[in-house]
């Protein structure tokens, strides 16, 4: 019970008096102490505008509402510079993201162009494509000036995808001039610069995906093969498809697997293909595979997005 209330009547003269003075002392020092003016440090608080330092609001007192601290001298030149390296480290990683979008586009041309290949322009679309390889080795040396020591590994991640579309067009051009796979040391010497100094090294995982992908234009290129009549090289592409999938089946690398699908889907349309015109070619014209390819039945395949029809002479 609070001792403001209690009534002197029920109390003895003696004890209600010595009460009354406690409770007048008591009321005093209240009124004294609430009467002294509190002044706080203004350096110490923190300026208005919102309960957070986010910005306007929130809670944390980080950001533009929350407190300074101040910080020896020491401690915030490490910081700034800790800030300098990581806005480089960004900056350096946009550059790469670029000069690998560069190389992709250019191996995806390359690879275009050799898709246009006959027996009448061959020499001249295999020097075209040499041309754009080494335009796209131009745009390496341009990387490995970003990716010195220990920042290819860094970085890889932002330089994969270019890697691996370059491994896909060199190995198809490889392919197209010899009909052999490949290897990674041969592609590997392909990246040196005009004073002859290796520009990048190739990495296993790269070099893996990269043929994965080969596969498919392999796909394409046995379609266009069947078109212009060139059956053995169709039946070559079927029996190479086969010797990669078997292989590749045996690989314990995850993003490896996952082109699987993709690679028997390719060879199915491959061996569809060399049926159809093994088994029933002496019953069906050549021009037959044409029109089979503008509908887009039997393989799955539609074929390359181009103006005019096909025909057998004139290969996109």
């Excluded at 409770?23 to 350096?43: D, G, H, M, V, W």
């Excluded at 586009?105 to 027996?119: N, Q, T």
């Excluded at 010899?178 to 090294?201: C, P, S, Y």
Aim: hydrophobic letters at 30%.
């Amino acid at each position: 019970m609070n001792p403001d209330y209690i009534s002197t009547k029920t109390l003895p003269p003696e004890v209600a008096s010595v009460d009354r003075q406690t409770l007048q002392q008591n009321q005093k020092a209240r009124t004294s102490e609430s009467s002294i003016p509190y002044f706080r440090n203004p350096e110490s608080l923190p300026p208005r505008g919102g309960r957070s330092g986010r910005g306007k609001g929130g809670h944390s007192g980080m950001g533009g509402g929350g407190r300074t601290v101040d910080a020896p001298p020491e401690i915030i030149d490490t910081f700034q510079e800790l800030s300098g390296v990581l806005d480089e480290l960004h900056d350096r990683r946009e550059r790469i993201i670029k000069l690998s979008r560069d190389i992709t586009i250019c191996s995806k041309r390359m690879i275009f162009l050799l898709h246009r290949i006959a027996g009448i322009n061959r020499s001249k679309i295999l020097a075209e494509a040499r041309d754009k390889q080494k335009e796209i080795i131009r745009l390496f040396d341009q990387v490995a000036a970003e990716l010195k020591g220990n920042d290819f590994y860094r970085h890889h991640r932002s330089i994969g995808p270019g890697c691996e579309e370059f491994i896909e067009a060199a190995s198809f051009l490889v392919y197209v001039e010899r009909g052999e796979l490949a290897t990674k040391d041969e592609l590997q010497k392909l990246l040196v610069n005009e004073e002859g100094k290796q520009i990048l090294e190739i990495a296993d995982e790269d070099y893996i995906l990269g043929l994965a992908d080969l596969t498919g234009e392999l796909m394409r290129y046995c379609i266009n093969s069947v078109v212009r009549g060139e059956h053995q090289v169709a039946e070559d592409i079927c029996h190479f498809l086969r010797t990669m999938k078997n292989e590749y089946e045996i690989i314990d690398y995850p993003p490896a697997k996952k082109k699987m699908s993709t690679m028997r889907s390719s060879l199915w349309k491959v061996e569809n293909a060399c049926y159809a015109y093994k088994v029933r070619g002496a019953e069906r014209p050549s021009q037959y595979f044409v029109d089979e390819l503008q509908r887009g039945e039997s393989y799955g395949y539609r074929g390359w997005e181009d103006e005019g029809p096909l025909d057998a002479e004139r290969l996109y």
